[in-house]
């Protein structure tokens, strides 16, 4: 398995999921393909965080919610520098949290 | 649906505490069994709500530690966790204990203990009712989706920071009337906004919002006494029943929302409350709203049904919601400014609102009120429990 | 109070598990609404019965997360934490949410993740249900507790290692016919008592308690799907009941109990059952008993009514309590054998329970099962449920 | 304050309980003074505790109950070589454990 991240799609209804459930959301079937999650998109939202979980030795932290083309959503950390609601990102992989020993890799967005 | 009365209430100071948890715990219940004035009638059952003993004080089972701190063996006891809404969960828990005919007296005792461990840690406890791989890997706190949240619903539907200061300036004012507030100090647009110092007074926490805009971190209790008819006719005194509660839950990321401006839960959780109580929010006299951040006071006074979509920040502007307005929202200074022991908040909403329809509340008691409203928001709007109050004559 | 029924029962296996969390309730979850068959019928509420997540996983407000997995939104959902009893107490509240009028539909799934902590940190996070100050500082862990409960116990009632031993090698025995348990693997006398090398085969854990009085460590979710009667009849299918719930609490501390080899929570709690079931010990056909120690099977044996006290060892030795006796104890093979996820062992007691009420056993079925018992053991006799369920024809 | 262990004492039916509750168990009263718990006793049920919590870096643990002459009962660290049931043992205060840097001081048992 990569670091890819992964959404799921029913095998019913062809529903596409982020994060996966166990059953589908759109038609209660319960079994599924992986589908890699990414690509180009748009910010709906986002903050500058100051009030930060522990791991994180940064003074802040910018997280958004960014809304790809294919309509699929995502929660993810934000690197550019002039955030705009509405704004072209695109979705990149990097490490988003150290857990002791453990490089967590996530989904990061940049300028499009 | 065998009815349930609340006999009496009672609570610690909110605020930073010396007291162990089951300090915290055993003052704020005895104070609601003496309120409740049972004589000789036993307590069938103690629920205790908490969300993070078990990590942040290393104590796990609270229902039997509390029973026995309070002699109260055999009744049975547990603990319930709904994240932020684990109060009102726990009240609900006991409310259909007696409904069911299984108990006469439940004693519902929210407690947390948050102090004790540094910021970053309680703030990072918090943050694991999010989405483990979704959310919580990428540091997302309650904070940062609150911020989130604000930037899109400011957006949409043109509130300003002066509407969140309002929100502030109003409950930090009422928490200066209630001697169990964390906090009992008034501030003002100035202070928090407009003068040059507001910057450094009031610093940022998550983008839009400020450190007035976020309810402090609190040790703290707060306690009900659920009765039966019965057990109610009994004591005496007066009768505040539970006119009905609802409760509903969403996606557990805000992501995943339709339209994560819409507090969906709330909606729904106020629908079924007021169905259950065979009354409309037009009936409510007062309410208590979860304002962990100064936007959810606004957006829930909508999504509760209050007022139209898009116009709480309206009716907050107008007056409406202070303690002497035509519909007061959070009398006691709210999570804001009363304090935000997570566990203890559902229960000391439902405290505040008893006293109030008691007519307890010294200089915050808001004017004949007879129908109260509260609404505990879990996760971040992932489960909602609202619930109706009534003064019975 | 309307009747409950229990519709659909479903678990994973126990045992070390590389599921996360919530594959692993969402999986029980799964198996126990595939086989109620509710068809259209939307499930109202979620209660999750769970320890240790905040602790060791990182993770809390199970309820919600629980409900975005199986996509049931808007249903009511919580959890419920009673220690190792948190299943039972889990069940209680749903059996009230259903017999209260609130609900018709209610999931009751229990899950723990414990293999995914070393064995320290999870015997000390158990042990955190103990008393703060008059135990847990002084190194007090379950094993401990149960170690100085069966040195006084043995020596009150002339009960042996080798009569432990026979708990161990029946509950074994059942294990292995039982695909869900953890262990399913047969011990004899030989190898954990009397040959040579049973020393180095099963050492001390807590004298005189060693390896084989001692249940796992295990990961694992169990699930129960609750009804109302209208619900009942509409899905048709067996018929299991909820005849009866007790539960009683004692002091906090095991040194404060009068008698302290006096399970009287078990006793309570056990008469409340049978007494709310209109039955008696004598009535029931199949068992399930907290046996996290060996020792507690006999205990438990005699303080819920089955035999005498002081004469549960004396009832095993004369193999009543195999599954061919008179009164088959641990079918699935206890938690002795079948594993011991702490929130999901109350549930997984009532998931056997049903089945073989159900006769869905196979191996391990229990001929004509009508009525069944449940004692599920919180702190260490602190917090006891007791439950009856009873097959309608 | 020392770091002698407290019980309390009942101020209406004078019931002493160890530890304590806000509640008398015997009464129901809610006010109390202090009585310093220790003394004589015999040990009514005791373990070699081999399962231990964090913070503990031996091998095992003697844990016992004693009932003290005063009918008094109190868990605690059992230091004697050779315990029986019914053995007379006196009270000690002792670091019973160590949690980060605080040594936590409590009660163990040596022959009387
Ligand atoms: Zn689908
Ligand atoms: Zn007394």
Same mark, same amino acid.
């Given at each position: 398995m990569s670091d890819n991240v992964y959404g799921m799609k029913c095998n019913s209804c062809g529903t596409v999921s982020y994060p996966k459930h166990a059953v589908c959301p759109n038609c209660r079937n319960e079994t599924f393909i992986d589908v890699v999650i990414g690509g180009e998109g748009k910010v709906l939202t986002f903050t500058d965080?100051?009030?930060?979980?522990?791991?994180?030795?940064?003074?802040?932290?910018?997280?958004?919610?960014?809304?790809?083309?294919?309509?699929?959503?995502?929660?993810?950390?934000?690197?550019?520098?002039?955030?705009?609601?509405g704004m072209r990102v695109k979705t990149v992989l990097g490490t988003v949290r150290q857990s002791g020993e453990t490089a967590i890799q996530g989904l990061q967005f940049v300028s499009a | 649906m065998n009815p349930v009365y609340i006999a009496g209430a009672g609570m610690t100071r909110f605020g930073r505490s010396e007291w162990s948890l089951m300090q915290l715990a055993s003052v704020a219940s005895l104070a609601a069994l003496h309120h409740a004035n049972l004589g000789d009638i036993p307590v069938d059952g103690v629920v205790v709500a908490n969300m993070g003993a078990a990590r942040m004080n290393r104590q796990t089972a609270l229902g039997s530690a509390?029973?026995?701190?309070?002699?109260?063996?055999?009744?049975?006891?547990?603990?319930?966790?709904?994240?932020?809404?684990?109060?009102?969960?726990?009240?609900?828990?006991?409310?259909?204990?007696?409904?069911?005919?299984?108990?006469?007296?439940?004693?519902?005792?929210?407690?947390?203990?948050?102090?004790?461990?540094?910021?970053?840690?309680?703030?990072?406890?918090?943050?694991?009712?999010?989405?483990?791989?979704a959310e919580y890997i990428y540091g997302v706190t309650l904070p940062a989706l609150a911020g989130m949240f604000a930037r899109l619903f400011m957006d949409k539907f043109g509130v300003e920071r002066k509407h969140l200061a309002m929100v502030a300036i109003k409950n930090h004012a009422n928490a200066a009337k209630n001697p169990y507030a964390h906090i009992q100090q008034t501030v003002t647009m100035e202070g928090i906004l407009t003068l040059p110092e507001a910057a450094v007074n009031n610093p940022p926490i998550a983008e839009p919002l400020h450190m007035f805009d976020c309810c402090p971190v609190s040790d703290g209790g707060a306690s009900l006494v659920l009765v039966s008819e019965t057990v109610a006719a009994k004591i005496g005194g007066p009768k505040v029943r539970v006119a009905g509660i609802g409760q509903a839950t969403d996606t557990h990321t805000v992501h995943e929302r339709e339209d994560p401006t819409d507090l969906?839960?709330?909606?729904?959780?106020?629908?079924?409350?007021?169905?259950?109580?065979?009354?409309?929010?037009?009936?409510?006299?007062?309410? $208590?709203? %979860?304002? @962990?951040?100064?936007?959810? *006071?606004?957006?829930?006074?909508?999504?509760?049904?209050?007022? =139209?979509? !898009? $116009?709480? %920040?309206? @009716?907050?502007?107008?007056? *409406?919601?202070?303690?002497?307005?035509?519909?007061?929202?959070? =009398?006691? !200074?709210?999570?804001?400014?009363?304090?935000?022991?997570?566990?203890?908040?559902?229960?000391?909403?439902?405290?505040?609102?008893?006293?109030?329809l008691r007519g307890e509340c010294d200089a915050r008691q808001v004017k004949d009120a007879k129908v109260a409203y509260a609404c505990n928001f879990g996760g971040f709007g992932n489960n909602v429990v609202a619930s109706v109050l009534q003064r019975e004559a």
């Amino acid at each position: 398995m990569s670091d890819n991240v992964y959404g799921m799609k029913c095998n019913s209804c062809g529903t596409v999921s982020y994060p996966k459930h166990a059953v589908c959301p759109n038609c209660r079937n319960e079994t599924f393909i992986d589908v890699v999650i990414g690509g180009e998109g748009k910010v709906l939202t986002f903050t500058d965080v100051y009030a930060l979980a522990i791991e994180y030795e940064t003074r802040y932290l910018r997280l958004a919610i960014v809304e790809l083309d294919d309509g699929i959503r995502v929660t993810g950390q934000l690197l550019d520098g002039e955030p705009k609601l509405g704004m072209r990102v695109k979705t990149v992989l990097g490490t988003v949290r150290q857990s002791g020993e453990t490089a967590i890799q996530g989904l990061q967005f940049v300028s499009a | 649906m065998n009815p349930v009365y609340i006999a009496g209430a009672g609570m610690t100071r909110f605020g930073r505490s010396e007291w162990s948890l089951m300090q915290l715990a055993s003052v704020a219940s005895l104070a609601a069994l003496h309120h409740a004035n049972l004589g000789d009638i036993p307590v069938d059952g103690v629920v205790v709500a908490n969300m993070g003993a078990a990590r942040m004080n290393r104590q796990t089972a609270l229902g039997s530690a509390l029973v026995d701190q309070l002699a109260l063996y055999p009744a049975a006891a547990e603990s319930v966790e709904n994240g932020p809404a684990s109060g009102a969960s726990a009240f609900k828990v006991g409310v259909q204990a007696i409904a069911s005919g299984m108990a006469d007296v439940v004693l519902i005792t929210g407690v947390e203990r948050m102090r004790v461990v540094n910021g970053l840690e309680g703030t990072d406890f918090v943050s694991s009712l999010s989405h483990p791989e979704a959310e919580y890997i990428y540091g997302v706190t309650l904070p940062a989706l609150a911020g989130m949240f604000a930037r899109l619903f400011m957006d949409k539907f043109g509130v300003e920071r002066k509407h969140l200061a309002m929100v502030a300036i109003k409950n930090h004012a009422n928490a200066a009337k209630n001697p169990y507030a964390h906090i009992q100090q008034t501030v003002t647009m100035e202070g928090i906004l407009t003068l040059p110092e507001a910057a450094v007074n009031n610093p940022p926490i998550a983008e839009p919002l400020h450190m007035f805009d976020c309810c402090p971190v609190s040790d703290g209790g707060a306690s009900l006494v659920l009765v039966s008819e019965t057990v109610a006719a009994k004591i005496g005194g007066p009768k505040v029943r539970v006119a009905g509660i609802g409760q509903a839950t969403d996606t557990h990321t805000v992501h995943e929302r339709e339209d994560p401006t819409d507090l969906k839960s709330v909606r729904i959780a106020a629908g079924i409350a007021f169905d259950r109580a065979g009354l409309t929010p037009q009936d409510v006299d007062v309410a $208590e709203l %979860h304002d @962990a951040f100064t936007i959810l *006071e606004i957006a829930e006074s909508e999504a509760s049904g209050f007022f =139209p979509r !898009g $116009e709480g %920040h309206k @009716a907050l502007e107008r007056g *409406e919601t202070q303690l002497d307005g035509t519909l007061p929202i959070n =009398p006691s !200074g709210g999570l804001k400014a009363k304090g935000h022991p997570v566990g203890a908040t559902g229960v000391a909403q439902l405290v505040e609102l008893t006293w109030q329809l008691r007519g307890e509340c010294d200089a915050r008691q808001v004017k004949d009120a007879k129908v109260a409203y509260a609404c505990n928001f879990g996760g971040f709007g992932n489960n909602v429990v609202a619930s109706v109050l009534q003064r019975e004559a």
